[in-house]
Nanobody, 113 residues
Framework: QVHLVESGGDLVQPGGSLRLSCAAS??????MGWYRQAPGKERELVAT???????NYAKSVKGRFTISRDNAKNTVYLQMNSLKPEDTAVYYC?????????WGQGTRVTVSS
């Protein structure tokens, strides 16, 4: 089974930046992604990236966030710039492997002055 561990969440001021990391326990050969869940809201897509680097972003983060992956390090990243209070959420990493969906435990991002 695949284990995913997120890190990098923090308290930042509006307009600030954070870089989230998600380390997988093994090489992931298909899509990986970042999702987020704010209090009282459903979990929503932030961005996804295939093994080969094809990327999809949610409209709300396009132009501000960048997803990337280093397959040799079994790691996916989310660079978040120009953060807004509405970006406050628990951010989760996920990955598909052999037809199964795996989730990390989440890392908290709080954007507040």
């Amino acid at each position: 089974q695949v284990h995913l561990v997120e890190s990098g969440g923090d308290l930042v001021q509006p307009g600030g930046s954070l870089r989230l990391s998600c380390a997988a326990s093994e090489r992931i050969f298909s899509i990986m992604g970042w999702y987020r869940q704010a209090p009282g809201k459903e979990r929503e897509l932030v961005a996804t990236i295939t093994y080969g680097g094809t990327i999809n972003y949610a409209k709300s983060v396009k132009g501000r966030f960048t997803i990337s992956r280093d397959n040799a390090k079994n790691t996916v990243y989310l660079q978040m710039n120009s953060l807004k209070p509405e970006d406050t959420a628990v951010y989760y990493c996920n990955a598909y492997q052999l037809g199964k969906l795996y989730w990390g435990q989440g890392t908290r991002v709080t954007v507040s002055s």
